[in-house]
């Protein structure tokens, strides 16, 4: 295990012994990355701050099954991608969601990592701008399954056997969900290319 | 566009992953409630569901006669099938419950691809290597039985002692499995059928290929069909 890892563990560990101070210190640990990992997913920073508090809800009440000194997050993230296709199922039978006054809800824009789209008005630290709003964009339009295998493996480090455990499947599947979800990528962003270089 | 700059245009600066917002009312009075709480082991589930699910074939193997051709099969034959269901049995329950080292839960893949294993090497020793005792072994004609209804019995007893593993293992995995249940099931289902397999191998007078084969690795098959198909929805939670 690496050291965040270990850390991890230490924390979890203390939690599971009830001490308050050690909930926060995992709070702190692990909740912008849940957090980020449930936004590339639901594409919704709202959504994913309410999933997050439902993770978190759900880590608690089943502190009891964790193995002490094993690593905590790929357990974490595993119940935080069941609490968001829970999210998704519940999305899909409610076909329009409405704002008390009757309108449609503007959602809020959120980069990947987690940081809010407005956080990164000054692009100039980043490789390529571009890159990226185009990558974000072909990302959406990805299968669910391909995306779920990208964010985990490329944007969030997760081992291929840790990803696999997480969305319940097989390493290969991962593998190969994560292959295809950048050969994908590639011809969208391929395609895009030719057509910005045209003049408006 | 190469995958570097697909990666490029995804990856943001390293660790960089924003802020959370803080936890909300209900969580910090939940964890402001909270008690110290006794954690699972690794092997905690793998030994409780195999304690209470070896009680039955126990009782079976001890109240059910003999299969009579046992003595004049060669022993090395009756040892080596013997062995073979046991470790599939093992095989199975431990890839169904085991987390690995450093995991708090089991791996579904894992789970689906060492009892998918098991059954085939279980599949392929009986279709090569059953063995019988001319005379002595039965074939469901001698019972004036048809090759299905020999099966039907069978299976039905592998089934039997498989519901055992499956009822248990799903209160084991109550709350453990949030993904990859039907994976876990097939292992937990294949788990009992191997048993029920161990057990017949024991008790069944009927030593057709035909019959081992459809009967008794059929009702593990079954039986991981039917653990699959219950813990598809175990996960939701």
């Given at each position: ?14 939690y ?20 980020a ?14 999933t997050?508090?439902?993770t978190?809800?759900?880590?608690h ?13 790929p357990?974490?993230y ?46 100039t ?18 299968p ?41 990528l ?15 | ?38 954690t ?79 059954m ?10 059953t ?31 498989a ?75």
């Amino acid at each position: 295990m690496d050291a965040e890892a270990i850390e991890a563990a230490d924390v979890m560990a203390r939690y599971c012994r009830g001490e308050a101070a050690a909930f926060h210190r995992l709070y702190a640990l692990l909740a912008p990355r849940i957090l980020a990992y449930l936004k590339g997913l639901l594409g919704d920073q709202a959504a994913a701050e309410d999933t997050l508090q439902v993770t978190f809800l759900k880590v608690h009440e089943a502190r009891a099954t964790y193995v002490l000194g094993a690593n905590p997050i790929p357990w974490m993230y595993t119940i935080a991608h069941r609490t968001c296709l829970d999210e998704l199922r519940r999305r899909k039978r409610s076909r329009v969601r409405l704002t008390p006054d009757g309108t449609l809800h503007s959602e809020p824009a959120a980069h990947l990592t987690g940081v809010a789209a407005d956080a990164h008005q000054d692009q100039t630290d980043r490789p390529d701008a571009a890159a990226t709003a185009g990558a974000l964009a072909a990302l959406d339009r990805l299968p669910e399954n391909q995306r779920q295998a990208l964010l985990l493996t490329k944007v969030h480090g997760r081992s291929t056997a840790e990803a696999a455990m997480i969305t319940g499947t097989t390493p290969g599947a991962i593998k190969q969900r994560a292959h295809r979800a950048y050969v994908t990528l590639r011809d969208m962003l391929g395609k895009a290319e030719p057509a910005k270089a045209e003049p408006s | 566009m190469t995958a570097r700059d697909v990666e490029g245009g995804l990856l943001g600066p390293p660790g960089e992953f924003g802020q959370a917002p803080p936890p909300a009312a209900d969580l910090l009075k939940a964890v402001g409630a909270m008690k110290p709480v006794r954690t699972r082991t690794r092997f905690g589930a793998f030994a409780l569901v195999g304690l209470l699910g070896l009680v039955w074939p126990a009782v079976a193997l001890d109240r059910l006669p003999l299969r009579r051709d046992l003595s004049a099969l060669p022993a090395w034959w009756v040892v080596t099938a013997a062995a073979l269901w046991g470790v599939a049995f093992g095989l199975s329950l431990a890839a169904a419950l085991v987390p690995r080292r450093g995991d708090v839960l089991p791996a579904p893949g894992r789970a689906s691809r060492l009892s998918g294993a098991a059954m085939a090497a279980v599949l392929l020793f009986v279709l090569v290597a059953t063995a019988q005792a001319p005379g002595v072994s039965l074939r469901p004609e001698d019972l004036h039985w048809t090759l299905l209804r020999s099966c039907v019995h069978c299976a039905s007893f592998v089934l039997e002692i498989a519901a055992v593993f499956l009822v248990v293992g799903l209160l084991a995995l109550r709350r453990l499995v949030p993904m990859g249940g039907p994976r876990i099931g097939m292992a937990l289902g294949a788990a009992g059928g191997a048993m029920g397999g161990l057990v017949l191998h024991f008790i069944c007078p009927i030593a057709d290929t035909s019959h081992v084969a459809l009967a008794h690795v059929g009702g593990m098959g079954l039986a991981a069909a039917i653990g699959a198909l219950l813990l598809s929805g175990a996960g939701r939670r």
